[in-house]
């Protein structure tokens, strides 16, 4: 399935942004057919001619030809790593940029919410309101596109150290029960009454868990439920999330965790998202030395989880290195 893919040129070229004869794929197969093509004809030439210089030029044609189209290939590569490094700075500048005139008007925002709304009619605090809103979202953009941009140029910094990860979980849910009430969502959740500390950046592993939670609460049907299991097993934290969400459709469930995908429920069920959330949280536990899987059933819902190590010596050491 995956060869039958890479034969796909359209595909190609419309991710590529480029036309179809310019794709790897279509100069790879352009390279096998004149090798072939030029080997079969210095065998023949060969066959015919006992001349060695006849030989050594029909060879000498197939090198160069296939330098050329080896060079076409290379060039193409550069071409669209150069766009590709130009995209990133231009997204982190431009991200960057916008980063403080959005902090002031949250600011602004809150501040007219918390002290001087009392001179407000409650059609200025419903304004006033949408514009926190909105810019509350504006801003969990500009930061996930930021993260998005490390990631791909490998800076985004992981400073690592021992956390209480049962406490950032149940930070996470305290602070999403204003989402689950309002869309009326039961969220649950299950520890061990001692556990070991983790060991990771607890900042970026709050990320993670809050992605996973606003997820499973977005695209869960009112009157659902939020399951979440916190447990140890073999020096690794194992976190699990459950809903009885829409789930994903299954020939769609290769591309979760590809930037910028949402699956065709999130359209049917008019749920907002960038489509990043997932893209960074894989990238994150990784790095921070641990493994994420899900399991996903359209209709029925979905079961997210990832593991990360649990800071006991040996194993501490091993990912500090």
């Keep these: 399935m995956k060869f039958i893919n890479d034969l796909n040129l359209r595909k190609q070229a419309e991710n590529l942004g480029v036309k179809i004869w310019q794709t790897p794929g279509f100069l790879f197969i352009i390279l096998g057919l004149v090798a072939a093509i030029i080997m079969a004809a210095t065998y023949f030439i ?28 290379i060039n193409l590569f550069e071409q669209v790593a150069r766009i590709n490094k130009m995209k990133s700075e231009f997204v982190s500048v431009a991200s960057h940029q916008l980063r403080t005139p959005i902090s002031a008007i949250k600011w602004s925002a809150e501040l007219l919410l918390e002290k001087y709304n009392k001179g407000l009619s409650k059609k200025q605090i419903s304004d006033v309101k949408n514009i926190f809103d909105l810019v509350c979202k504006m801003n969990r953009l500009v930061s996930d596109l930021l993260d998005v941009t490390r990631i791909d140029q490998n800076r985004m910094i992981f400073r ?162």
């Excluded at 001619?49 to 050329?68: K, N, R």
């Excluded at 916190?230 to 699990?240: C, M, T």
Aim: charged share 25%; aromatic share 10%.
């Design 46 to 73: 060969s066959k015919n001619y006992d001349s060695p210089q006849v030989l050594v030029i029909s060879e000498s044609i197939v090198a160069t030809v296939i330098l050329a189209v080896g060079s076409s290939i």
């Design 160 to 321: 690592k150290k021992k956390f209480d990860f049962k406490k950032i979980v149940k930070e996470t849910i305290n602070e999403s029960s204003i989402l689950a009430e309002k869309r009326n969502i039961e969220v649950n959740a299950s520890f061990k009454k001692e556990m070991s500390l983790g060991f990771g950046d607890p900042d970026k592993i709050k990320l993670v868990v809050e992605n996973l939670l606003s997820n499973a609460i977005k695209y869960t049907p009112s009157g659902g439920k939020v399951d979440i299991r916190l447990f140890e097993k073999d020096h690794f934290f194992v976190f699990e999330i459950k809903d009885t969400g829409v789930g994903i459709p299954e020939e769609q469930l290769k591309r979760v965790f590809e930037k910028f995908f949402r699956s065709d429920n999130a359209a049917r069920y008019q749920t907002k998202g960038t489509g990043l959330g997932l893209y960074i949280a894989k990238n994150i536990i990784e790095q921070s030395g641990g493994k994420i899987w899900f399991n996903s059933i359209e209709d029925i819902g979905s079961v997210f989880s990832f593991s990360l190590p649990c800071h006991n010596g040996k194993m501490a050491e091993i990912m500090k290195a």
